[in-house]
């Protein structure tokens, strides 16, 4: 199995849970971004989950934005090497 590297760029809270604003990720080809997602919580843990997906679901909360390459992200998409996946939450303030 072949394997590529993506990057992921988290904002807010999101960054807080990981600690950096980029990190590289190693994934196996015909990965997609909600693989990418998954695998994210299972390696930052439940408070990464709980912010990304509606409880007892594996459904994003519609007010979480993902880009994929600068744009709006299908969770079926795959990756291909060197992708970024930018992970944004709500934005407020005023």
């Given at each position: 199995?072949?394997?590529?590297?993506?990057k992921?760029?988290?904002?807010g809270?999101?960054?807080e849970?990981?600690?950096e604003?980029?990190l590289?990720?190693?994934v196996?080809?015909n990965?997609?971004?909600?693989n990418?997602?998954?695998?994210?919580?299972s390696?930052y843990g439940k408070?990464f989950?709980?912010?990304?997906?509606?409880p007892?679901?594996?459904n994003i909360?519609?007010?979480?934005?993902?880009?994929?390459?600068?744009h709006?992200?299908?969770?079926d998409s795959k990756?291909?090497?060197?992708?970024v996946?930018a992970?944004?939450?709500?934005?407020?303030g005023?």
């Amino acid at each position: 199995m072949d394997y590529m590297n993506v990057k992921i760029r988290p904002w807010g809270v999101f960054q807080e849970i990981i600690g950096e604003r980029e990190l590289s990720m190693e994934v196996p080809e015909n990965f997609t971004i909600s693989n990418l997602l998954v695998r994210l919580t299972s390696s930052y843990g439940k408070k990464f989950g709980d912010e990304l997906f509606q409880p007892s679901s594996k459904n994003i909360k519609p007010y979480i934005k993902i880009l994929h390459n600068g744009h709006g992200a299908k969770l079926d998409s795959k990756l291909r090497d060197g992708d970024v996946v930018a992970i944004f939450p709500p934005v407020g303030g005023g």
